[in-house]
């Protein structure tokens, strides 16, 4: 941990800054995330929310600004950062040609993890999903569903204490979405982070506990619900109408 950093808080992100040829994807954005929080990211298309977690994760790098995982710079410290997290893409590549026990050993043992470990937790994972019936089937035969969940274990596998997923619930029918945010749910009671973006307001509206509004690559509200609902003038509105009033007044 390096010295003088706040260690409450799971995810700083300081005055990051990138372009994409004359686009500005994201400009100077500062926000900071703490232990034991569900956070979820919300925007408009386009809005940066994307180009924001691949920097936090180190997929990509900042032309300015630094992001820390629990004190560690992913710039500076990247294996330290790293080794902290999961980050769970919109569209997680996955390999179809392995069963699910494979899959979650083979990653663990990407990590560093040891073998018996990994065999232990990856068979919980499964459990946990709803996925011990499938652990022989080949990923390639598994629906759309099935593999988020696996994606999901995967990123679990290495125990990490911040989570990081883009649009986790999209294309997935009642029961798994409902699987998978108890999970989220039990990670955040375990004091870990999850910071998610999600399309579906009403997701982000039940289960986080901050909410932060970005719009043309800037943070322009965050706060509890109640808390962007003063900010929008919108008492007892609904997420939606509270998003759709600040991101229309930015713009």
């Known amino acids: 941990m390096e010295s003088g950093l706040e260690t409450r808080f799971a995810i700083s992100l300081n005055g990051l800054d990138k372009r994409f040829g004359s686009t500005h994807a994201v400009r100077d ?3 900071n995330i703490r232990q034991g929080e569900l956070y979820a990211l919300l925007g408009p298309n386009a809005a940066g929310k994307t180009t924001t977690l691949r920097m936090t994760v180190g997929i990509l790098t900042p032309d300015r600004g630094d992001a820390l ?15 902290e997290l999961a980050y769970l893409p919109d569209e997680p590549m996955l ?18 993890t040891p073998p018996e470990d990994a065999a232990v937790y990856a068979g919980e994972l499964l459990q946990w999903l709803n996925l011990s019936q499938t652990r022989y089937h080949r990923i390639e035969t598994f629906s759309r569903g099935m593999k988020q969940k ?19 619930l999209t294309g997935l029918d009642a029961a798994a979405a ?41 943070i322009i509200a965050e706060g509890t619900l109640d808390e962007l609902r003063g900010r929008s003038g919108e008492q007892g509105g609904t997420l939606e109408d509270v998003f759709l009033d600040l991101v229309q007044e930015e713009a």
């Open 150 to 168: 696996l994606a999901l274990a995967g990123a679990l596998i290495h125990r990490p204490k911040v989570m990081i997923l883009d649009e986790p």
């Open 69 to 83: 995982i629990l004190g560690h710079s992913v710039k500076d410290r990247p294996q330290q950062a790293k080794q």
């Open 95 to 112: 390999y179809g040609k392995l069963r699910p026990l494979e899959y979650l050993e083979f990653v663990a043992g990407l990590w560093g």
């Open 178 to 218: 409902k699987e998978v945010k108890d999970l989220l749910v039990d990670f955040v009671r375990q004091g870990k982070t999850v910071v998610l973006t999600t399309h579906i307001m009403e997701i982000a509206e039940r289960l986080a506990e901050r909410i932060g509004i970005i719009s043309n690559g800037q």
């Open 29 to 31: 954005l500062s926000l």
